[in-house]
């Protein structure tokens, strides 16, 4: 805390998807350690953006509807910045295979814009890259390390690896300051809970919370690690206000590894009730789909100290608790 209070205190930070799902959660978290923050969304209703996630916090966060490929926006917005949390992107695995060029204009060109205007407008602000596990496609071995493979499964894999290395570039070529973090399944209060586009388990909240069965494709027998929302942010916090680790890509990942299924049965009983059911895989999801995964976030633990506190019961609960509350909000 104490570190945070003296880096973040009165800096001027900028979030990229800030309406969003994380970017939201980050915003409360700084608003509260004292920086200003200003949130950049598109709010294209695709992507998550949801006014109501800033609900209570309106009067310590600015607001600018703009979308990231738009240079001339960025250009403006990156200036004087201190901090820039880059999260904006599109996240649908699916999305991306039925539209690739959409997909190649968010996550790629999208990211050389706001790296441009960081280069051109303000080279001193320390950017942290929001990444993830999709880009190392299915497993060669467990756990996986910064040192596997990268071999994505679709187009959003390709297209965030490109993203990621672009800041990297910058980061060692320019000297824009630039951390990546190679988030896994990351859930809880505020995420999109509508479809699956976000995290499967967003929809399977809203199933268990109308009453409806869960739904597991495949066998259930994929093992996945999960991080609750707040350990996130500490991650972007902790990476953000520490300089050397500039140029560096960190796993974030869990202790707690689970198949699908017994994740469900977690679910179900967190939610004090409720059922699930395993059906076969839609053709279009089986070809992308990366058997299991689970990460090792050794790197990040030893350089930063990081590590999750919140465990999976707790933070199922607790999402449960906030869908219940807000529902009329997200469905």
Not at 287 to 308: S, T
């Amino acid at each position: 805390m104490n570190h945070y209070q003296s880096a973040l205190e009165n800096k001027d930070c900028l979030i990229t998807g800030g309406l969003g799902f994380i970017g939201s959660n980050l915003a409360r978290r700084l608003a509260q350690l004292g920086a200003r923050v200003t949130l950049v969304d598109s709010l294209i209703p695709e992507y998550g953006g949801n006014l109501f996630n800033i609900t209570g916090i309106e009067d310590r966060v600015r607001v600018n509807i703009a979308d990231v490929r738009d240079e001339y926006s960025m250009d403006y917005l990156v200036q004087g910045r201190d901090y820039l949390f880059n999260l904006a992107g599109q996240t649908s695995h699916l999305d991306s295979m039925q539209n690739p060029y959409e997909d190649l204009d968010i996550n790629c060109r999208a990211q050389l814009s706001i790296l441009e205007a960081c280069r051109k407008q303000n080279p001193r602000v320390k950017v942290v890259y929001a990444s993830t596990r999709q880009i190392y496609g299915k497993p060669d071995y467990l756990p996986v390390d910064e040192r596997h493979l990268l071999h994505p499964t679709d187009v959003n894999g390709i297209n965030k690896m490109a993203g990621e290395w672009y800041h990297i570039l910058y980061n060692n070529v320019y000297g824009v300051r630039a951390v990546s973090l190679r988030l896994t399944n990351t859930y809880g209060p505020r995420m999109r809970v509508k479809d699956s586009r976000q995290t499967f388990l967003g929809i399977w909240i809203k199933k268990l919370i109308e009453g409806e069965p869960i739904e597991i494709w495949g066998e259930g027998t994929q093992i996945r690690d999960f991080n609750y929302v707040d350990d996130v942010v500490e991650a972007m916090l902790i990476s953000a206000t520490t300089d050397d680790v500039n140029g560096r890509i960190f796993n974030l990942g869990s202790d707690e590894t689970i198949n699908l299924c017994d994740l469900a049965a977690l679910c179900v009983e967190a939610n004090c009730g409720g059922s699930y059911r395993v059906i076969p895989f839609p053709p279009d999801r089986r070809q992308i789909d990366i058997g299991d995964y689970y990460a090792d976030y050794r790197l990040i633990r030893g350089k930063l100290g990081w590590q999750p506190r919140v465990t999976l019961r707790e933070g199922l609960t607790r999402t449960l608790e906030y869908y219940r509350k807000y529902r009329e909000h997200y469905w």
